[in-house]
């Protein structure tokens, strides 16, 4: 079945760092997702991209839809403390797959 | 209203028992999933109803029996469940179509 990649698996960075994850896959998707999760809820949208090299912002986040449609980037800004979470990227094409996810970690 | 609501936020149930998760929106959304995601692992994908119609069903187990009566309600009944079923469930909704899913809080199921 279609797999996303993930990476990095987690971090721990400083407040006030800038972060980059990102995602790639073998399959390629018309809508590239990217969700955060914290403990105990469910995932919440940050930012959808719906065209290939489409780059959008949300405050401090960044996202990009990759050229080949196979891959995306997460950059978020001058990180705080409430940026701690789960972030995942999600590919869909008919259904929404999810990567395995990159456990964010800040220190005060 | 923008939310997905997810009832019960908990529930323990025994191996012999039957319940049912509810989940309801009114985004107007005609797309609703119920998804599985165990601990420190991504949510994965269980049921798609579109247009109230079981279009995917992820070769889910038959102990798991999902219902959509309307287009804002859609049901996930559960039956002689395994104590490996232990997991949140989420259910989601959206446009039909490649659009984003908006996610309800879960329900936090466990089997005993």
């Known amino acids: 079945g279609q797999q996303l990649n993930q990476s990095p698996q987690s971090m721990f960075i400083q407040e006030g760092e800038d972060v980059s994850m990102n995602c790639t896959s073998s399959?390629?998707?018309?809508?590239w997702l990217w969700y955060k999760q914290d403990p105990g809820e469910g995932p919440v949208l940050l930012i959808a991209?719906?065209?290939?090299?489409e780059l959008t912002s949300n405050g401090r986040l960044t996202a990009q839809f990759g050229i080949t449609r196979k891959d995306s980037f997460l950059n978020i800004s001058a990180s705080i403390p409430s940026d701690v979470g789960i972030y995942f990227c999600?590919?869909?094409?008919?259904?929404?797959?999810f990567g395995q996810g990159t456990t964010l970690q800040v220190k005060p | 209203d923008t939310e997905v609501t997810q009832t019960p936020k908990h529930l323990v149930m025994g191996m012999t028992n039957k319940k049912s998760l509810k989940c309801e929106q009114h985004?107007?959304?005609?797309?609703m999933y119920w998804y599985k995601q165990k601990a420190k692992k991504p949510p994965e994908l269980m049921f798609v109803?579109?247009?109230?119609?079981?279009?995917i069903n992820e070769s889910v187990p038959s102990r798991f029996s999902p219902e959509c009566p309307n287009s804002s309600l859609l049901n996930l009944h559960l039956h002689a469940l395994q104590p490996e079923d232990s997991a949140l469930y989420l259910c989601?909704?959206?446009?039909?179509?490649?659009?984003?899913?908006?996610f309800g809080s879960g329900t936090r199921l466990t089997v005993v």
């Open positions: 991209l719906y065209k290939a090299g």
């Open positions: 399959s390629i998707f018309n809508t």
């Open positions: 985004m107007g959304h005609r797309a």
């Open positions: 109803y579109s247009y109230e119609k079981l279009s």
């Open positions: 999600a590919g869909l094409e008919g259904k929404l797959i």
């Open positions: 989601a909704s959206s446009q039909v179509g490649d659009y984003g899913y908006t």
